[in-house]
């Protein structure tokens, strides 16, 4: 990891994400350390050397982004199942595809998905289930080493089912609630807090169906004791309402308070389904969201109340899902997604704004992983976790009002550095953490072998001649 004891961005156009929203023109940011020192016009920058200093002419310097879901093991399987129903997506090719994971397998998706995010500016993401065939301890060492900011979840689970659909997962998937809560446990201790405290470990309920009441409040109780986070999918499917009505005769928010999965220590994934009164619930606990809009498309899921959610100020955050469902890890693109899908569905233009979208994917995102103290704006005292990106390109010309550009004109290809905790992780857009023709090869030859394995194609529609 490049490292240095000072950085000093100058001529940027800084996007503070400050309680004042300023955007500061020929903007300067200086990092002692870990920390942001100033933020400021650049010629008025008390600091004027540094001993990496970078020149952000014609660039935006904004926080990195913030991803609430990602799976990173679905990067190995990206494409693998396109235009299918969630349940048949699951049950005959995620499932079948991650439970055939071996050796280094998760390692090398791990870091083809990294190196993915910090490509497209992302700095920190919750990885919501790890699976023990995926290798805990080799994906944490990995991200220790590539030097993002990460929460990693142990996958929790005691049953087969899908919220109403029992017993359809694959065998190589199933865990029993003994081994998740001892791998987490044991995880936890090794892990939770290493790499200069980026890395942290969650506790990754898998889903309605998955669970039995019994180890959701086990699991709520843990998470409250050791101080740490959780997160699952709940409301991604409309088969989660009628799993809650038919079993226990409740809403889904009835069944998180029951089994005590309400509060800021959550993200619930997607949350498309949720009732009308349900979202004065999410508030009133600060239970955060992850809005997944392209994997919401994608599998048909349907459009979570992001308008009414921001409105009665339940927590939003933005997420890219994973390699199958999105099919890309650039939360830019999803920003843009996010800015436009709510529009068009509740047929009005002034909801979810650029400035909404942008504060979801940075303010909102810290929220959701409990480090807004930390991270998500450019002020003084926080860690150093930002991003620039290049206003050049045709494609964002002319920039005059960056964070429209950005969100409706922008893309992940257009970052060109990425510093997470006051280390440069891509400068010129080169990583400098990872061997990035290594990681395409090694991801090339694990898929091929994943897919022989597993007994399946990736084969295009269209004839191949
Ligand atoms: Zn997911």
Known sequence: MSSAESILIKNGYVITMDPKRRIIKDGAVFIEGTKIAEVNKTEQMSYKTADIVLDAKNMVVMPGLINTHVHLAQALIRGGADDVSLVDWLKNYVWVLQGNFEGTDGKVSAELCMAE?????????????????????????????????????????????????????????????????????EMYKKWHGAGENRLEVWYGLRSLGAVTPNLFKEVARLTREKKTHMTMHLGEVVDDVRYVKNNYNMKLT???QENNLLGPEMIFAHGIHFEDDALDILAKTKSNIA???????????????????????????????????????????????????????????????AEQALEMATLGGAIAMGIQDKVGSLEVGKLADLILIDLTSLGLTPPENPVSNIIYSGSGQYVDTTIVNGHVLMQGKKLL????????????????????RAGLRIDPKWPIE
């Open 117 to 185: 995010m910090i490509r497209t500016g992302t700095t920190s993401f919750v990885e919501c289930m790890i699976h023990t065939r995926y290798g805990f301890n080799q994906i944490a060492e990995s991200v220790k080493t590539v030097g993002m900011r990460a929460a990693l979840s142990k996958i929790i689970m005691d049953s087969t089912g899908y919220a109403d659909n029992d017993d359809i997962m694959y065998h190589g998937m199933v865990e029993d609630a003994d081994t998740c809560l001892k791998e987490t446990d």
């Open 254 to 256: 009835e069944f998180a």
């Open 291 to 353: 809005h997944c809009p392209a994997s919401n498309m994608k599998l048909a899921s349907g459009f979570a109340k992001v308008p009414q959610m921001l409105q009665k100020g339940v927590p939003v955050s933005i997420a890219t899902d994973g390699g199958p469902s999105n099919n890309t890890y650039d939360m830019i693109r999803e920003m843009r997604l996010a800015a436009l899908i709510h529009k068009a569905f509740v047929k009005n233009p002034l909801v979810v704004t």
């Open 433 to 452: 953490t990872l061997d990035e023709s290594d990681v395409r090869m090694k991801a090339l030859k694990h898929s091929a072998e994943l897919l022989d």
